[in-house]
């Protein structure tokens, strides 16, 4: 008499553990890990869509950097100080944002406005910048806006999206803070490069 062998329903695996990888130990860090990756992805599409629209709005000789730039000066159509454009791009170099805003002058895109005995300067954008950022505009509207109305509650789930970055940013932010009092070599999870020679 045979015997027939029961089949045992195999055990779900955690998503985290279906990959061996060090930024996904957990289920928790393994979806922070994707949401990471899928924001890159999203960042190197949207700067060669950037990139794109310059270029057949007439600002192909603009880098990414420069662009956005050029963008934020256009806000709201009123001069901004070199610090506040740092603030309004995340940035803290003032350094490149200074080194983009001469290359903007230079095209006479962007001019340097100095109110009186003032020492300090604000930027604004010429005719000739609002003309192609107009432009910009417009092929932006057309190839990207008008297409994407057609997903589901597309203006709800940008909003969403947008005000969750914004908080992550906080975080982030405040991770990059914290993290500069570490002492790598301290840390009882990771050994130092002196312990894992000894161990040898």
């Not at 000739?128 to 057609?150: D, P």
């Not at 947008?162 to 932010?173: E, F, K, P, Q, T």
């Amino acid at each position: 008499m045979t015997q027939e062998k029961r089949s045992t329903p195999k055990e779900k695996m955690p998503a985290a553990a279906t990959r061996a990888w060090h930024l996904g130990t957990t289920h928790h860090e393994a979806v922070t890990t994707e949401f990471e990756w899928s924001i890159l992805r999203f960042f190197q599409a949207f700067e060669r869509y950037c990139m794109q629209i310059a270029h057949i709005s007439g600002l192909a000789d603009l880098s990414f950097s420069e662009l956005i730039l050029l963008h934020v000066i256009g806000l709201q159509d009123t001069p901004k100080t070199v610090g506040l454009l740092a603030r309004q791009t995340n940035t803290d170099s003032v350094t490149n944002v200074q080194y983009s805003l001469r290359k903007l002058v230079a095209y006479e895109l962007v001019v340097k406005i100095r109110e009186g005995k003032s020492k300090v300067f604000t930027y604004d954008v010429t005719d000739k910048g609002r003309e192609l950022i107009n432009q910009y505009a417009h092929f932006r509207q057309r190839v990207l806006t008008e297409q994407i109305k057609s997903i589901e509650s597309i203006d709800r789930k940008l909003s969403e999206a947008a005000r969750l970055i914004s908080m992550l940013s906080g975080v982030y932010d405040e991770a990059v803070r914290v993290s500069a009092t570490y002492n790598p070599y301290v840390s009882q999870d990771v050994p130092s490069p002196a312990a894992k020679t000894r161990k040898k």
